[in-house]
């Protein structure tokens, strides 16, 4: 279906809105009445300029307060709407959003509004213009969709419809029964769609609105649901978003359009309105990339961690480093200065990288060119919206390109084979997100590599909040943290990185860390008398722990975690993970103390 994007989605002047939505690929726009007024351009130069840009304007709006009113005062609304009616005949566009009426002047009496409404779709009809009614969740007395239909339906105007817009009609119930009455609307009386999705909150509904409301798939609404409904009841107007957003007003126009037009596309495919290609989901982590300017500590602490350098890069500088199923690059010619070392790209265990890269390319996702230098096998990558370069890998697997024969292989006599290190594994990796970058991220994640995201949760750092939300795989095998660091955005800590190592013994992994010369993140004592009240260990258990800064959790199915930290090398750090039984978190419960000693 056409889609578009209301300008107050979007931070900026119209210009930059009209040019950001089309760039991202929209086919139109609604032109948000503050946006006009605001615009030096008059309407036909804004006609001309979306023109230009291959965008339709396909909605004017809103016009608010209209019907039900006193006569005297509909009066003088119908000459208002006059002047609107101009204004949208001369945007080139055919059909003006009017609002329910919010005002204490309006009556609750459904024939008075019907009635106003016909008189103000006549005059419309004498501007080629339609008028499309959309009951507000905070409107006076017609807040429901149902109602708003049963008051079109009552003036049987060709030039009057319903808009309908997906948070009023689910931010007040998305129960089956709450969307049946849309079946009861003609399709060609449905004139306009609006979406919006929104985060489960327990708030006033008018600001939950203004502040709150997020692109379709990054809230808790039925959106799908609710687009099928309408689809099914013959609409064929656009899908248009239409969200008011306290991050999105502030945050780069060009990259929330992106975000946006791939909510749309991912929407389309979960209504079953339009096929992508099917996700492909990572089985595991091939590797993680680390671009270093300043390569001593990043390397000493491979190292120290039991990692040897077993490869070569052919044609780049770049080194492979290796430990049980756990690979680090460290690429040389990347750093920069100022970070010193950081995470720039992971490598995506994947059963069919080709396949994966189509589905990343049919959401937006930027491709990389592809590394061709000496031998180099060429490998399918995208940009993550944090910038990460995603490669999507098939690790020493016949039949397809295998990224490691690029390394050749070195032996670094002095240090121990890899077989005898205490790491099995990647975990998981987290990545600190730019903070107009998070719902983005995880729509992006979740769609482009078919991942589910768990619960969002907050973590008290001692300046702050963080705010983390992990993916993964349903088996576990693949896992993906990202991190919303409060601000001041300038610190390095708020941009931390991490790479989580896996171990079956972290008692055995942590002293050899130690004894290889590497600190680990000291853990105060108040930590283990509160985990001595709550659990009970095995004797000398919890003074090993605090020995070593080892944390610990359980969750509700008895499932164990056990986890230390390294030190931090410009952006990154390493954690040491250890799971038992089903443990599917991350040690939340323990991120205070842990943010507490990374800042001390
Ligand atoms: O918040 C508002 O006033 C407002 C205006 C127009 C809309 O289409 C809408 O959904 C909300
Ligand atoms: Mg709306």
């Known amino acids: 279906m056409r889609k ?75 000459r208002r709407a006059a002047r609107k009616f101009d204004v949208v005949r001369r945007l080139g566009a055919d059909t003006l959003l009017v609002c329910s009426n919010v005002s204490p002047q309006a009556v609750d009496d459904d024939a008075l509004a019907a009635g106003q409404l016909g008189r103000l779709a006549d005059l419309a009809e004498e501007f080629g213009i339609r008028v499309a009614y959309e009951a507000l969740a905070w409107g006076r007395h017609v807040s429901t969709y149902d109602h708003a239909w049963r008051i079109v339906e009552q003036a049987g105007h060709p030039a009057l419809g319903v808009c309908l817009d997906s948070f009023h009609i689910l931010s007040r119930g998305s129960e089956p029964k709450d969307l049946e009455g849309i079946a ?108 270093t300017a300043d390569p001593q500590p990043v390397t000493e602490l491979l190292a120290r961690l039991g ?29 920069t200065r100022s970070e010193g070392t950081a995470l720039t790209a992971i490598g995506l265990e994947t059963p069919d990288p080709g396949a994966a890269a189509h589905r990343a390319e049919s959401l937006l996702a930027p491709v990389l060119p592809r590394r061709h230098s000496g031998h180099d096998v060429p490998l399918d990558a ?27 292989a070195t032996v670094h006599p002095r240090q121990p084979p890899s077989r005898d290190g205490a790491i099995t594994g990647i975990d998981h990796v987290a990545l600190t997100q730019p903070w107009h970058h998070f719902d983005e991220a995880v729509l992006f994640h979740r769609t482009v590599l078919g991942l589910r995201p768990h619960e969002s949760v907050d973590l008290a750092d001692p300046y702050g909040l963080f705010r983390s ?39 055995k992994a942590a002293r050899r860390i130690r004894a290889a010369g590497a600190e680990l993140l000291k853990i105060p004592a108040n930590y283990y008398e509160d985990l001595d009240a709550k659990y009970a260990f095995a004797p000398g258990e919890l003074d090993t722990y605090r020995e070593l800064g080892i944390l610990y959790d359980r969750d509700e199915s008895g499932g164990e975690f056990r986890h230390c930290y390294t030190a931090t090398v410009g952006r990154v750090f390493f954690e040491i993970v250890q799971r038992t039984g089903d443990y599917g978190g991350y040690g939340a419960a323990n991120a205070p103390v842990r943010l507490a000693a990374q800042r001390r």
Request: charged share 20%.
């Open 4 to 78: 578009s994007i209301a300008t107050v989605c979007l931070s900026g002047s119209l210009t930059e809105k009209l040019t950001a939505a089309a760039r991202a690929g929209f086919d139109g726009v609604e032109i948000f009445e503050n946006d006009l007024l605001a615009s030096p351009l008059s309407p036909e130069e804004i006609r001309a300029r979306a023109a230009d840009l291959g965008l339709t304007i396909d909605l004017y709006q809103p016009m608010r307060d209209v019907e039900a009113v006193p006569e005297e005062v509909f009066v003088r609304n119908l």
């Open 184 to 291: 009861a609307i003609p399709g060609e009386k449905i004139f306009f769609l609006q979406l919006a999705d929104a985060p489960l909150m327990a708030m006033d509904v008018f600001q939950w609105s203004r502040h709150y409301r997020c692109f379709p798939g990054q809230g808790g609404l039925d959106v799908t649901s609710l687009v099928r409904h309408v689809v099914n009841a013959g609409y064929r107007g656009p899908l248009s978003l239409e969200v008011f957003n306290d991050v999105f007003r502030q945050a780069d126009a060009g990259s929330t359009a992106v975000d946006a037009l791939r909510s749309l596309i991912a929407l389309e495919e979960s209504a079953g309105i339009s096929t992508l290609p099917a996700p492909v989901v990572p089985s595991g982590i091939a590797f993680a990339e680390l671009a």
């Open 307 to 335: 990692f040897r350098r077993t490869g070569r890069h052919t044609g780049k500088p770049v080194e492979l480093w290796e430990q049980g199923e756990a690979r680090i690059l460290l690429n040389h010619g990347t750093g």
């Open 382 to 408: 995208v940009a993550a919206p944090d910038g990460t370069e995603l490669f999507f890998c098939a690790t020493r697997r016949p039949g397809h390109a295998d990224w490691i024969s690029d390394f050749t």
């Open 469 to 507: 939300r992990a993916l993964s795989d349903d088996s576990g095998a693949f896992r993906l943290v990202l991190n919303l660091a409060p601000s001041p955005a300038a610190e390095v800590r708020t941009r931390a990185q991490h790479i989580a190592l896996a171990t079956d013994d972290i008692v």
